[in-house]
């Protein structure tokens, strides 16, 4: 298990409990987190589940695949943090991790 | 124009599109009241997995919802399920439900999918032989995957194809027949049909093209083996059949409303009756960027409708019509497709489909209108947009590697 906050573009905080395996992509839609999309589910094939990711948890966060990459060179506003939501699997190392949802994922 | 007075929402089908467009409408300001009937026993959840991960097992079957349970309580939407919408009755405005009783509604809004073609072989109802379009269907399905034993997949579509590639990394043995002279014959051009042989002979998979099946041979109700019009018998221990949807247009034909493969709708998802919608597989949408109609079997189509039709019904501003788009996972390959190849006069191939990442580009009067992407999200992600910016493109400047994809989409752009 994990705490997540979720970060509206507006600053408004949700913290939610997230449960190991689960990608935080799918913590978000459980807990109707406004700001993602996540179109295809979780099969790296939209790149409508775009997140900012803290920094402090940049490494924790796992390793970015070419695919995840390559997805995020066209998403909008773009920052080092940027990671999609669905390649991130929750683990224990991710209590207290924050994510920013953008304001559109289009 | 928003229908005014609108107090009572019934959405007849509990896939995609429904789970969709009961999103929309709450989260569009409809507090009136929220039904949703469908006849599979689970809430809404995600079919793409059932022929990829799920099928081999590799995901927990509560991740496929799209929401869970509470939230649909937290929403305040009547959820009914195990239960088929059987009639509309328009002029009382209401539905008819399976196991007697009724619902009235204002506004009715039909996403009830479509269902895979049947076989019509003899033997087509021995035990054996599947279908796989539902969490039911892989219920059936699955524990049959054992490997060493024979599969055979008639059809090969991208269900058949990816569930070829399963049952392959699963150690099944695995042929797959198709009656047109190659896969995926009636969605792409040769080059891709040609590339995604290869690689499923290379991991083993038998592919016969060009094949009629004439028969399915049993033993005590069981099928033992699939018989082809030209005799050759192929033994089967499993068949899947993977040749084609039909939607479910049915209940809005016997209530009067227009269809044509497909519940005909406008822009907004409205049918020939004004207080009744339909989006998803079983409508029948105009595609606003190839100036025709079509029914749509995707994911983004089922979404995007679910959308136009909430909007549409509560008066707010009709949301862009983005670029068609698919994708399959076959192996380690993600193909994701944009736009509508039908129609192309020229196709010209990006990169080398030997490194197993290239794509094709289909054009027609100079205009990209589709791209099939292999393990390449920057061809697909930049088509999307340059596809229904209708910009030219020479298809010299889109074969040229050396420039990423990118630059060659801003340079269009411009
Ligand atoms: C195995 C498989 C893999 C797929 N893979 C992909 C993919 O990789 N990418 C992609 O984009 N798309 C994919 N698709 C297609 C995509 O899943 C569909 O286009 C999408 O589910 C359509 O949504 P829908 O709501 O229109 O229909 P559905 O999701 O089929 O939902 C319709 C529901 O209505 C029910 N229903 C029908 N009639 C009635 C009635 N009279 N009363 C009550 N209920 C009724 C049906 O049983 C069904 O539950 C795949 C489909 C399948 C089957
Ligand atoms: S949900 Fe589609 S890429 Fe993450």
Partial sequence: MAKITFIAHNGTERPVEARNGMSVMEVAVNNSIPGIDADCGGACACATCHVYVDEAFLSKTGEQQEMEKSMLDFAENVRPNSRLSCQIKVTDALDGLRVTTPESQH | MALGGIRN??????????????????????????????????????????????????????????????????QKIDVVLGTTVTGINRARREVQLEH???????????????????????????????????????????????????????????????????????????????????????????????????????????????????????????????VLADGTELPADIVLSGIGILPNEELAKNAGIACSNGILVDRDGRTSDPQVFAAGDCASRPLVHYGRSGRLESVHNAIEQGKLVAAAILGLPRPAEDCPWFWSDQYDL????????????????????????????????????????VNSPPEFLASKKLIISGAKLAPDVLIDTSTPMKDIAAQAAA
Avoid: C
Avoid at chain 2, 9 to 25: D, E, N
């Fill in chain 2, 100 to 226: 007697g009783g009724h619902l009235a509604y204002d506004v009715l809004i039909l996403a009830t999918g479509s269902r895979p073609r049947q076989l019509t072989l003899p033997g087509a109802d021995l035990a054996g032989v599947y279908d796989l379009r539902t969490l039911a269907d892989v219920g059936r399905l699955s524990p049959q995957m054992v490997p060493g034993r024979k599969m055979v997949i008639i059809g090969a579509g991208y269900i058949g194809l990816e569930a070829a590639a399963v049952a392959r990394q699963m150690g099944l043995e695995v042929t797959v027949l198709e009656m047109a002279p190659r896969v995926l014959a009636r969605v792409t051009s040769p080059v891709l049909s040609a590339f995604y042989e290869a690689e499923h002979r290379g991991h083993g998979v038998r592919i016969l093209t060009g094949v009629q099946t004439a028969r399915l041979n049993g033993a005590n109700g069981q099928v033992t083996s699939v």
């Fill in chain 2, 9 to 74: 929402i019934v959405v007849a089908g509990a896939g995609q599109a429904a789970a969709q467009a009961l999103q929309s409408l709450r989260s569009g300001g409809y507090d009136g009241r929220l039904s949703v009937v469908g006849d599979e026993a689970a809430l809404p959840y995600q079919r793409p997995p059932l022929s990829k991960a799920y099928l081999k097992g590799e995901f927990e079957q509560d991740r496929l919802y799209f929401k869970p349970g509470a939230w649909y309580e937290d």
């Fill in chain 2, 334 to 373: 993600k193909l994701q497709i944009a736009g509508l190849s039908q129609g192309y006069d020229t196709h010209v191939v990006r990169g080398d489909p030997a490194t197993r990442r290239f794509a094709v580009f289909y054009l027609k009067n100079a205009t990209l209108i589709a791209v099939d992407a």
